[in-house]
Protein backbone atom coordinates (compact mmCIF):
# COMPACT_ATOMS: atom_id res chain seq x y z
CA UNK A 1 0.00 0.00 0.00
CA UNK A 2 1.15 3.61 -0.98
CA UNK A 3 0.89 6.43 1.31
CA UNK A 4 0.19 9.44 -0.05
CA UNK A 5 1.03 12.58 1.49
CA UNK A 6 -1.23 15.05 0.03
CA UNK A 7 -0.01 18.01 1.72
CA UNK A 8 3.64 17.74 0.36
CA UNK A 9 1.54 17.40 -2.88
CA UNK A 10 0.19 20.53 -2.33
CA UNK A 11 2.96 22.58 -1.04
CA UNK A 12 4.99 21.00 -3.92
CA UNK A 13 2.56 21.95 -6.48
CA UNK A 14 2.17 25.50 -4.98
CA UNK A 15 5.81 25.74 -5.40
CA UNK A 16 6.20 25.52 -8.86
CA UNK A 17 3.13 27.95 -10.13
CA UNK A 18 5.40 30.58 -7.26
CA UNK A 19 8.38 29.65 -9.50
CA UNK A 20 5.84 30.31 -12.82
CA UNK A 21 4.54 33.84 -10.47
CA UNK A 22 8.17 35.05 -9.91
CA UNK A 23 9.47 34.42 -13.93
CA UNK A 24 6.25 36.16 -15.17
CA UNK A 25 7.91 39.10 -13.03
CA UNK A 26 11.32 38.98 -13.63
CA UNK A 27 10.41 38.91 -17.03
CA UNK A 28 8.32 42.54 -16.39
CA UNK A 29 11.32 44.02 -13.96
CA UNK A 30 8.76 44.11 -11.26
CA UNK A 31 9.62 43.53 -7.67
CA UNK A 32 7.49 42.05 -5.48
CA UNK A 33 7.03 41.60 -1.65
CA UNK A 34 4.66 39.21 0.63
CA UNK A 35 3.35 41.49 3.57
CA UNK A 36 2.36 39.19 5.88
CA UNK A 37 1.18 40.00 9.88
CA UNK A 38 -2.16 39.56 11.96
CA UNK A 39 -5.44 41.04 11.57
CA UNK A 40 -4.63 44.78 12.97
CA UNK A 41 -0.94 44.56 12.91
CA UNK A 42 -0.89 47.70 10.64
CA UNK A 43 -0.76 46.27 6.79
CA UNK A 44 -3.04 48.16 5.00
CA UNK A 45 -2.27 51.22 7.00
CA UNK A 46 1.75 50.79 6.41
CA UNK A 47 0.46 50.57 2.19
CA UNK A 48 -1.58 53.62 3.01
CA UNK A 49 1.84 55.47 3.74
CA UNK A 50 3.40 53.83 0.96
CA UNK A 51 1.62 55.23 -1.31
CA UNK A 52 1.79 58.51 -0.19
CA UNK A 53 5.37 58.79 -0.01
CA UNK A 54 6.51 56.55 -2.87
CA UNK A 55 5.24 58.85 -5.72
CA UNK A 56 8.08 58.17 -8.07
CA UNK A 57 7.42 54.16 -7.65
CA UNK A 58 4.95 52.64 -9.54
CA UNK A 59 2.96 50.25 -7.28
CA UNK A 60 0.27 48.13 -7.87
CA UNK A 61 -1.44 45.63 -4.87
CA UNK A 62 -2.94 42.16 -4.54
CA UNK A 63 -5.02 41.88 -1.41
CA UNK A 64 -6.18 39.09 0.64
CA UNK A 65 -8.88 38.23 2.30
CA UNK A 66 -11.02 35.70 3.61
CA UNK A 67 -14.24 37.58 2.34
CA UNK A 68 -13.91 41.44 2.75
CA UNK A 69 -12.60 43.75 0.32
CA UNK A 70 -12.63 46.35 2.74
CA UNK A 71 -8.59 46.71 2.76
CA UNK A 72 -8.87 46.19 -1.23
CA UNK A 73 -10.94 49.25 -1.29
CA UNK A 74 -8.78 51.27 1.20
CA UNK A 75 -5.75 50.81 -0.93
CA UNK A 76 -7.48 51.65 -4.45
CA UNK A 77 -8.43 55.14 -2.43
CA UNK A 78 -5.25 55.28 -1.84
CA UNK A 79 -4.20 55.81 -5.21
CA UNK A 80 -2.62 51.92 -6.02
CA UNK A 81 -4.14 49.73 -8.33
CA UNK A 82 -5.83 47.18 -6.54
CA UNK A 83 -7.29 43.62 -6.91
CA UNK A 84 -8.92 42.10 -3.95
CA UNK A 85 -8.69 38.46 -3.41
CA UNK A 86 -11.00 36.28 -1.13
CA UNK A 87 -9.60 32.96 -0.39
CA UNK A 88 -13.21 31.81 1.32
CA UNK A 89 -12.30 28.85 3.57
CA UNK A 90 -8.46 29.43 3.34
CA UNK A 91 -6.37 31.55 5.86
CA UNK A 92 -3.83 32.41 3.22
CA UNK A 93 -2.83 32.97 -0.02
CA UNK A 94 -1.23 30.64 -2.63
CA UNK A 95 0.29 30.88 -5.53
CA UNK A 96 -2.25 29.62 -8.23
CA UNK A 97 -4.44 33.08 -6.43
CA UNK A 98 -1.82 35.09 -7.40
CA UNK A 99 -1.02 33.98 -10.90
CA UNK A 100 -5.17 34.27 -11.40
CA UNK A 101 -4.83 38.24 -10.15
CA UNK A 102 -2.48 39.01 -12.56
CA UNK A 103 -4.72 38.85 -15.09
CA UNK A 104 -6.72 41.22 -13.52
CA UNK A 105 -4.32 44.15 -12.81
CA UNK A 106 -2.71 46.19 -15.04
CA UNK A 107 1.37 45.86 -14.73
CA UNK A 108 2.35 48.24 -17.76
CA UNK A 109 5.31 50.20 -15.99
CA UNK A 110 4.44 48.60 -12.49
CA UNK A 111 8.31 48.32 -10.50
CA UNK A 112 6.67 47.05 -7.04
CA UNK A 113 3.87 44.87 -6.58
CA UNK A 114 2.85 44.47 -2.62
CA UNK A 115 0.54 41.49 -2.17
CA UNK A 116 -1.46 42.01 1.57
CA UNK A 117 -1.87 38.23 2.64
CA UNK A 118 -4.48 37.35 4.81
CA UNK A 119 -4.51 38.35 8.59
CA UNK A 120 -2.45 35.35 10.39
CA UNK A 121 0.77 34.37 11.37
CA UNK A 122 0.66 31.05 10.82
CA UNK A 123 -1.02 29.80 7.45
CA UNK A 124 0.91 31.88 5.17
CA UNK A 125 4.38 30.72 6.18
CA UNK A 126 4.73 27.59 3.74
CA UNK A 127 2.76 29.01 0.53
CA UNK A 128 5.43 30.11 -1.73
CA UNK A 129 3.62 33.12 -3.93
CA UNK A 130 6.49 33.98 -6.13
CA UNK A 131 7.69 36.81 -4.14
CA UNK A 132 11.11 38.81 -3.91
CA UNK A 133 10.51 39.65 -0.82
CA UNK A 134 8.60 38.19 2.37
CA UNK A 135 8.19 40.77 5.24
CA UNK A 136 6.30 40.33 8.79
CA UNK A 137 4.33 42.89 10.83
CA UNK A 138 3.88 42.42 14.03
CA UNK A 139 2.24 45.18 16.31
CA UNK A 140 3.17 45.80 20.20
CA UNK A 141 -0.55 45.78 21.13
CA UNK A 142 -0.35 41.46 20.02
CA UNK A 143 2.12 41.43 23.29
CA UNK A 144 5.23 41.43 23.79
CA UNK A 145 5.42 37.40 23.40
CA UNK A 146 4.12 37.32 19.77
CA UNK A 147 7.63 37.00 18.09
CA UNK A 148 8.64 33.77 19.86
CA UNK A 149 5.21 32.28 19.91
CA UNK A 150 5.15 32.30 16.22
CA UNK A 151 8.54 31.58 14.92
CA UNK A 152 8.07 30.10 11.83
CA UNK A 153 7.38 32.74 9.88
CA UNK A 154 10.05 34.98 11.18
CA UNK A 155 12.51 32.14 9.66
CA UNK A 156 11.71 33.24 5.92
CA UNK A 157 11.34 36.86 5.87
CA UNK A 158 14.15 39.34 5.20
CA UNK A 159 12.36 41.92 7.10
CA UNK A 160 10.76 42.32 10.24
CA UNK A 161 8.25 45.31 11.11
CA UNK A 162 7.43 45.90 14.58
CA UNK A 163 4.43 48.51 15.14
CA UNK A 164 2.98 50.92 17.17
CA UNK A 165 6.13 51.03 19.49
CA UNK A 166 4.62 54.67 20.04
CA UNK A 167 1.55 52.95 22.54
CA UNK A 168 4.49 50.21 23.93
CA UNK A 169 4.53 51.42 27.38
CA UNK A 170 0.55 51.82 27.36
CA UNK A 171 -0.03 48.21 26.75
CA UNK A 172 2.99 47.10 29.01
CA UNK A 173 4.92 45.12 25.86
CA UNK A 174 8.58 45.17 25.74
CA UNK A 175 9.70 46.31 22.21
CA UNK A 176 13.27 45.30 22.79
CA UNK A 177 12.21 41.74 23.96
CA UNK A 178 10.40 41.45 20.43
CA UNK A 179 13.20 42.80 18.80
CA UNK A 180 15.79 39.97 20.65
CA UNK A 181 13.48 37.12 20.04
CA UNK A 182 13.17 38.23 16.12
CA UNK A 183 16.94 37.89 15.90
CA UNK A 184 17.00 35.02 17.85
CA UNK A 185 14.98 33.16 15.49
CA UNK A 186 16.68 34.93 12.40
CA UNK A 187 20.08 36.56 13.01
CA UNK A 188 20.00 37.95 9.27
CA UNK A 189 16.27 39.45 9.74
CA UNK A 190 16.63 42.95 9.18
CA UNK A 191 14.10 45.09 11.74
CA UNK A 192 12.90 48.34 11.69
CA UNK A 193 10.20 49.94 14.75
CA UNK A 194 7.73 51.86 13.43
CA UNK A 195 5.08 53.53 14.54
CA UNK A 196 2.09 54.68 11.53
CA UNK A 197 0.77 57.23 13.58
CA UNK A 198 3.94 59.16 14.73
CA UNK A 199 5.61 58.71 11.62
CA UNK A 200 8.46 57.12 13.63
CA UNK A 201 10.80 54.32 11.52
CA UNK A 202 8.64 55.53 8.30
CA UNK A 203 11.58 56.66 6.58
CA UNK A 204 13.40 54.19 7.18
CA UNK A 205 10.83 52.14 5.69
CA UNK A 206 10.10 53.94 3.10
CA UNK A 207 13.95 53.64 2.08
CA UNK A 208 13.99 49.83 1.95
CA UNK A 209 10.97 49.93 -0.45
CA UNK A 210 12.36 52.14 -2.54
CA UNK A 211 15.83 50.40 -2.78
CA UNK A 212 14.38 47.47 -3.74
CA UNK A 213 11.82 48.41 -6.76
CA UNK A 214 14.77 50.62 -8.10
CA UNK A 215 17.48 48.27 -7.20
Known sequence: MHIINVNRD??????????????????????????????GSGKTI???????KLKDVRMAA???????????RRIKKAGIETIGVNTGTECHLDAHLIDHAFGKLNLGGVELL????VGNLVCPTDFDLGEHRKIVIVSVTEGDDTVEKHPAIFVYC??????????????????EKMVADARRINPRLRIIKT???????????VKWF???AKG
Do not use: Q
Open 10 to 39: IIGINRKIAERNRKFLDERGIRAVNIMGAI
Open 46 to 52: MIEELAE
Open 62 to 72: IAGDVISDADA
Open 114 to 117: LIEN
Open 158 to 175: DLCIINKVDIADAVGADV
Open 195 to 205: SMKTGDGLDEL
Open 210 to 212: KEL
